[in-house]
């Protein structure tokens, strides 16, 4: 079993969850409380979150997580949850707003 921290903006929430799971998919079946999300296909980026502990044992991020993060939060540590199967342990972090897709952000001009 995998330990998983969610700390949200309606707590903290600490489950075992079983390998390989995917926390949107379990978060659909009510069997992880707390974690917000929405399209779990990778386009809404409702269900990014932080990455407190963890990271160096997640893959590196996909297509769909570059287009909905963006350079910048992939840098600050956020991930797409609905797009990742746990292997080991992990702590995340989702902030009170959700994160605005990085397609969809305006482009200012320097
Ligand atoms: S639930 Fe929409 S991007 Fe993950």
Same mark, same amino acid.
């Given at each position: 079993m995998i330990k998983v921290t969610l700390r949200g903006p309606n707590g903290t929430f600490e489950q075992e969850v079983p390998e390989n799971s995917n926390l949107v998919v379990l978060a659909g079946l009510k069997k992880f409380p707390g974690l917000r999300y929405s399209c #779990?296909? #990778? *386009?809404? =980026?409702?269900c990014a979150s932080r990455v407190v *502990? =963890?990271?160096?044992h997640l893959p590196p991020p996909d297509w769909k997580e570059e287009r909905v993060l963006g350079e910048d939060k992939l840098q600050e540590g956020y991930r797409l949850m609905c797009q990742l199967y746990l292997t080991h342990d992990l702590e995340i972090a989702q902030d009170k707003v959700p994160i605005v897709p990085a397609y969809r952000r305006v482009r200012q001009k320097v």
């Open positions: #779990g296909m #990778g *386009r809404c =980026g409702k *502990r =963890g990271a160096e």
